[in-house]
C-alpha cells in the first residue's frame, strides 16, 4: 500500500487483539490558495517569529509553554510530551457497542480506513467485521493520536472498515440554543404533500461525482480572466439580482411549490393536489375582457 498508515496498533476485543493499521479516507480537494503581497513592490509578505524585546528568534530556541499565571510558563519539550504514557496510543479496545442511529451527525468529525497489519491478523479482522454487520452495531473506544485521545467508532466498510472520530460532549453546542425561536407549529397539509411530492420527483442515488466545487472554478476562471487583461483594472461580477430574497418579499410558498413540481415533470400532481385560489380566480375574470359571458350568469343570480 502506497500512502503512510496514520496510526499503527491494534484493536482490543476482551481478549482479542487484532494488529490493524489506519489511513487517511479522506483528502483536501481542490482549493485556491492565495498569499499577501505588498502591492507597491509586488514582494510577497513572509511572517518572522519574534520574541518580545528581542526580535527574531532560531527555531530551535522554541519550546511549548502552558501558562499558569500572567507571565509564568510552565515550558515542555516535544520529547516531554511524546513520552506521555497512554495505553490508547498504541490499543484501540472497543468497550461498548451502539446502534449507528444512536449517534448525533454532530458528533462525527473524520473517517479514516482500517486494515489488518499483516496476514495473520485477517481472520480475526474478518470475523469482528462479520460480527459488526450481523449485529448491526458499532464499536466505540478511545484511540491517541497526533497529541490527543479520541473517542471513536468503528464499523464495516466493504472489505474493510471505517474509523471514525467523534467529538467529545462539549465540544458540541447545544441545539436547542439556535433552534428555540423556532415556532412549533404544524404545517399546512397541503404544502407538506406538495413538499413531499417534489422531494419524490427530485429522489436519486447519491453520486458524489455529481458535486463539485462551483466556488473554486468561478475564482479560476477569475484569475485567469485577470492574467490575460492588461493593466491592473477591478474586475468586479455583476450582482444576481434574481437570485437574493429580501425581508420585504411575500413569498407565495404555495405557488413557489406549483412551480417547482412543473419544472421537474409533475405539473398535472401540482395541479390535482393543489386547486387555485379563488381570490386569483376572481381577479383573472376581471381582467381578462374576452370572458365577458362568463360573468352574465353570476349577474342573472343576483337579479
Known sequence: M????????????????????????????????????????????????????????????????YQIDKGEYVLLDQDEIDSVKLES???????????ASDIDVLYYEKPYFVVPADDLAEEAFIVLREALRRTKKVGLGQLAMRGREYVVSLKPCGRGMVLETLRYAD?????????????????????????EALIEKKSAAFDPKEFHDRYVDALKDLIERKRKQKGNRKIIEEKDDGGGRSASNVVDLMAALKKSMEKSGGAGAATKSAPAKKPAAKTASRTAPAKKTASKPAARKRA
Request: aromatic share 8%; no cysteine; hydrophobic share 40%.
Open 2 to 65: 502506497a500512502a503512510r498508515a496514520y496510526w499503527q496498533g491494534q484493536i482490543r476485543l476482551a481478549l482479542v487483539s487484532i494488529p490493524v493499521e489506519i489511513y487517511s479516507a479522506v483528502k483536501s480537494g481542490a482549493s485556491v490558495s492565495f498569499r499577501q503581497i505588498h502591492e507597491p513592490t509586488g514582494k510577497p509578505i513572509k511572517y518572522e517569529k519574534v520574541a518580545e524585546g528581542v526580535g527574531p528568534v532560531d527555531a530551535d530556541d522554541i519550546m511549548k509553554g
Open 171 to 195: 465540544e458540541v453546542n447545544r441545539a436547542q440554543g439556535y433552534f428555540r425561536d423556532i415556532p412549533d407549529a404544524k404545517p399546512d397539509e397541503e404544502l407538506l404533500e406538495l413538499a
Open 89 to 99: 496510543k498504541k490499543t484501540l479496545e472497543l468497550t461498548q457497542f451502539v446502534d
